[in-house]
């Protein structure tokens, strides 16, 4: 088993992803390997860290990214972080006018496939393989998924891209204690408006948003570090979460700010008895 620990990032070629990437080759404490659609730019960026290697794969193709996957830990017989970051913005109105009469064109739901699909493929590989990792390695595994401020909150403009958001965010809360009792913390990362190429690369965006309250990227990754860190951690609301409860949570950051967000509140008792039953506890009988 190699020495160094080794991690996984999709959406690692820019943004966030090579952001964390950058922040790990610093260590000199990690084999990163980043994977990406574009070759150019993915061998542009491994290139430029150290200990970092570049996979191109389309996250939509299983079969694909199983291999990279496979390529990855069989080199080092471990796996000890996987960033399931690679995500899509939703540029076009889902409800643009059609014709009264003739039946409307099928929709472009490419978004749904990279970022909901693509992250449950990736999320289903790096459990397996998580799996096969030492056993020393229990308890330092991490997965985190990149949700968003939209998988928290409605957003109106990108509706589509919202509801797959929230289902990662549902995603994580609903496999994260079951993963901890393995060894591995899933959590979702869901931060505002990030100035990464997703964001000026989108047309008029960067126009919507009120320039205050654009977040630096370095700021995401370095939060992200502490997340794998398995250090305690305190939000900006004084919210304490030591490093054994910090599993199945959302983890919304702001300007310079990162908050834990709850599940919502049940409403009555009967609504706390059937989570119950969908978290799998015992019937009372």
């Not at 080759?25 to 061998?43: H, L």
């Not at 967000?261 to 799998?280: C, Q, V």
Request: aromatic share 10%.
């Amino acid at each position: 088993m190699s020495d160094l620990k080794v991690a996984l990032i999709t959406g690692g070629t820019s943004g966030i992803g090579l952001a964390v990437a950058e922040e790990l080759s610093e260590t000199g404490n990690w084999q990163i390997n980043i994977i990406g659609s574009n070759q150019e730019r993915g061998e542009k960026a491994a290139a430029a860290l150290s200990n970092t290697t570049f996979y191109q794969a389309d996250v939509r193709n299983y079969q694909r990214l199983a291999t990279v996957f496979d390529q990855v830990f069989c080199g080092s017989r471990r796996l000890d972080f996987v960033f399931a970051n690679a995500g899509a913005a939703e540029y076009k109105d889902f409800f643009p006018p059609t014709s009264e009469t003739a039946i409307p064109p099928e929709p472009e739901l490419d978004i749904v496939d990279i970022n909901f699909k693509g992250v449950l493929y990736t999320s289903y590989l790096a459990v397996h393989y998580f799996r096969q990792s030492p056993d020393q390695t229990k308890g330092e595994r991490n997965l985190i998924l990149t949700s968003s401020i939209g998988g928290l909150y409605p957003c109106m403009l990108t509706p589509v891209y919202s509801a797959t958001k929230h289902a990662l965010t549902g995603f994580t809360r609903s496999i994260g204690a079951r993963f901890w009792l393995e060894g591995v913390r899933v959590n979702a990362l869901c931060p505002g408006v990030v100035e990464t190429p997703l964001l000026t690369d989108s047309g008029n965006f960067p126009d919507i948003f009120p320039r205050e309250v654009f977040i630096p990227v370095s700021y995401v990754s370095g939060i992200i570090t502490k997340m794998i860190s398995g250090e305690d951690m305190v939000d900006g609301k004084g919210m304490e979460v030591s490093g054994d409860e910090l599993y199945a949570r959302a983890i919304h950051v702001s300007v310079n700010n990162f908050l834990f967000i709850e599940k919502p509140e049940f409403h009555d008792e009967a609504s706390e008895k059937t989570w119950g039953a969908m978290m799998g506890e015992p019937l009372n009988l």
